[in-house]
């Protein structure tokens, strides 16, 4: 157990719908990384946040958005979605910047089914 | 900009064999580089990790990886597979700047034959 919870753990849902996903880091930990696992695309990085700030973005797509509240917990807004936005999506979290190297505790992902 | 290779995306190894999974790196900067094993139907767990504090680097269960610039590369071994070795394996690169973000290989997904 990594200690990062992720819920909900499935998801299933229509093209067009909004989902929530959430996140709730390590004890201590400051920074939230998302991050999406799909058959074509592998692991991508999407989104990195820091205190509640964003630190960085990467391959997200403007359909998707995330915030991370005063108590560090994350949500990963997905709207409008596609059946190729069916994937697994995880959630690390890390201590960053007490380390100088970054080492990420993932989540056990939430599968989301886009029919 | 960074990248990580992982050569081979199967690869299948009797009980008791070497295990040798290949990772080679590309970055502009001193790179930090991980291991983590994904078993099925669970999230990303780091077997080990490189932070230039020493080339050969040992992890869990028996896993250990060694860095070489010269050849770029950051190869996992073991010397003995067991059974539950089976999981898909990701190398990753950071460039400990900033932002942080781990960038992943495409994975290699370990068999072991009894």
């Known amino acids: 157990d990594s200690g990062v919870t992720q819920t909900p753990k499935h998801l299933i849902t229509a093209t067009g719908q909004r989902v929530t996903l959430r996140c709730s880091p390590r004890?201590?930990?400051?920074?939230v990384y998302w991050y999406q696992q799909s058959l074509d695309q592998g692991l991508q990085f999407l989104i990195h946040?820091?205190?509640?700030?964003?630190?960085a973005k990467g391959n997200i797509l403007e359909r998707f958005s995330a915030q991370q509240f005063p108590d560090l917990h994350s949500e990963l807004n997905l709207s409008s979605l596609e059946l190729g936005d069916s994937a697994l999506y995880f959630c690390?979290?890390?201590?960053?910047?007490?380390?100088?190297?970054?080492?990420?505790?993932f989540g056990p992902g939430t599968r989301l089914t886009v029919l | 900009a960074q990248s990580v290779t992982q050569l081979g995306s199967h690869v299948s190894v009797s009980e008791g064999a070497l295990v040798l999974l290949r990772c080679n790196y590309s970055?502009?900067?001193?790179?930090?580089l991980f291991w983590y094993v994904q078993y099925p139907n669970q999230g990303l767990q780091l077997l080990l990790k490189?932070?230039?504090?020493?080339?050969l680097v040992k992890g869990i269960n028996g896993f250990e990886a060694e860095f070489k610039k010269s050849e770029t590369s950051f190869h996992l071994t073991k010397p003995s597979a067991h059974m539950s070795d089976a999981a898909e394996y990701f190398c990753?690169?950071?460039?400990?700047?900033?932002?942080?973000?781990?960038?992943f290989g495409s994975g290699t997904q370990l068999t072991v034959l009894p």
């Open positions: 490189y932070t230039s504090a020493a080339t």
């Open positions: 946040y820091y205190n509640g700030e964003e630190r």
């Open positions: 970055s502009s900067v001193p790179p930090y």
């Open positions: 990753a690169v950071s460039d400990g700047g900033s932002a942080r973000q781990l960038t």
């Open positions: 690390a979290s890390s201590a960053f910047p007490g380390a100088s190297y970054n080492e990420q505790f």
């Open positions: 004890s201590g930990d400051l920074s």
